[in-house]
Antibody
Framework: QVTLKESGPALVKPTQTLTLTCTFSGFSLSTTGMGVSWIRQPPGKALEWLAR???????LYNTSLKTRLTISKDTSKNQVVFTMTNMDPADTATYYCARITGTYYYYMDVWGKGTTVTVSS | SSVLTQPPSVSVAPGKTARITCGGD??????VHWYQQRPGQAPVLVLY???DRPSGIPERFSGSNSGDTATLTISRVEAGDEADYYCQVWSSASHHVVFGGGTKLTVL
């Protein structure tokens, strides 16, 4: 059974850096074709894709946020770490990690429950 | 990058058929995936590669994709189908996951 769980602070101050960890089980990020994505959803708004890391350490970022984002993996711990710098109240959202899979036409087949992050002084 | 357009809301009576569209330039040349998000919950994949269902998703959920429109069809709608539905593609041009704006399905 594949599961993912997000963890990190519920509250961050403006200009601070957000660090979130996705701990997963049921698959390995050293397996060909596997990947993990981060997605966020501001209250009452649509989903927004943020970043992706693949089994071979290939990384992709949302172009509009790229300068603020970093994604990395620790295969031995089955974890993916996501950071977003210079946080702003507009970054208040629920942040999800999800396994990304597929052949060329990628999709997220299993999602974590999400973690809510509020940006406020 | 791709822009995916969904109607903000769709309403349907129980037992009827709901159709939720996802519009995009030549979207038929891509593969579309659909997610269901019930209130307060994480999204759940309901269709991938236009019309394939993950295990556990009822046959009532089906999909099609041609030209500039992809469609998620839910037959014999139940109260439990009330949720937000999002379409998604992978943009090979921008190397982005792209989501539609979401459609709120209301079961009358």
């Amino acid at each position: 059974q594949v599961t993912l769980k997000e963890s990190g602070p519920a509250l961050v101050k403006p200009t601070q850096t957000l660090t979130l960890t996705c701990t997963f089980s049921g698959f390995s990020l050293s397996t060909t074709g596997m990947g993990v994505s981060w997605i966020r959803q501001p209250p009452g708004k649509a989903l927004e894709w943020l970043a992706r890391i693949d089994w071979d350490d290939y990384k992709l970022y949302n172009t509009s946020l790229k300068t603020r984002l970093t994604i990395s993996k620790d295969t031995s711990k089955n974890q993916v770490v996501f950071t977003m710098t210079n946080m702003d109240p507009a970054d208040t959202a629920t942040y999800y990690c999800a396994r990304i899979t597929g052949t060329y036409y990628y999709y997220m087949d299993v999602w974590g429950k999400g973690t809510t992050v509020t940006v406020s002084s | 990058s791709s822009v995916l357009t969904q109607p903000p809301s769709v309403s349907v009576a129980p037992g009827k058929t709901a159709r939720i569209t996802c519009g995009g330039d030549n979207i038929g040349s891509n593969s579309v995936h659909w997610y269901q998000q019930r209130p307060g919950q994480a999204p759940v994949l309901v269709l991938y590669y236009d019309s394939d269902r993950p295990s556990g998703i009822p046959e009532r959920f089906s999909g099609s994709n041609s030209g500039d429109t992809a469609t998620l069809t839910i037959s014999r709608v139940e109260a439990g189908d009330e949720a937000d539905y999002y379409c998604q593609v992978w943009s090979s041009a921008s190397h982005h996951v792209v989501f539609g704006g979401g459609t709120k399905l209301t079961v009358l």
